[in-house]
């Protein structure tokens, strides 16, 4: 069994940083790719940014592109989102993803509320 757990969200005024925090755990999870999504209200999960576990390579949505940073701690399966920069329209529940490698299966989160006030 695999936990994916989140942790960072809050509120914060615009303009204004948070760092969100997921890791994931399993006796033999290994990670191919950790990466965040988000859920607006009233809107469909989207992609925000993602990691491949080997050589570190990232990806972005254009909406964060110089705004939010990925990075990991490679012992605990750990990846951090730092936000910068932030927007009411970045308001959402932000889901971590961990995608075993070998099987290539996707583990969720139970996501963190991020606030944006203007």
């Known amino acids: 069994q695999v936990q994916v757990v989140e942790s960072g969200g809050g509120l914060v005024q615009a303009g204004g940083s948070l760092r969100l925090s997921c890791s994931a755990s399993?006796?033999?999870?290994?990670?191919?790719?950790m990466g965040w999504f988000r859920q607006a209200p009233g809107k469909e999960r989207e992609f925000v940014a993602t990691m491949r576990w080997s050589g570190g390579s990232t990806t972005y949505s254009d909406f964060v592109k110089g705004r939010f940073t990925i990075s990991r701690e490679r012992a605990g399966n750990t990846v951090h989102l730092q936000m910068n920069s932030l927007t009411p329209e970045d308001t959402a529940v932000y889901y971590c993803?961990?995608?075993?490698?070998?099987?290539?299966?996707?583990?969720w989160g139970e996501g963190t509320q991020v606030t944006v006030s203007s």
């Open positions: 399993g006796r033999t999870f290994s990670p191919l790719a």
């Open positions: 993803k961990a995608t075993s490698a070998g099987w290539n299966r996707d583990y």
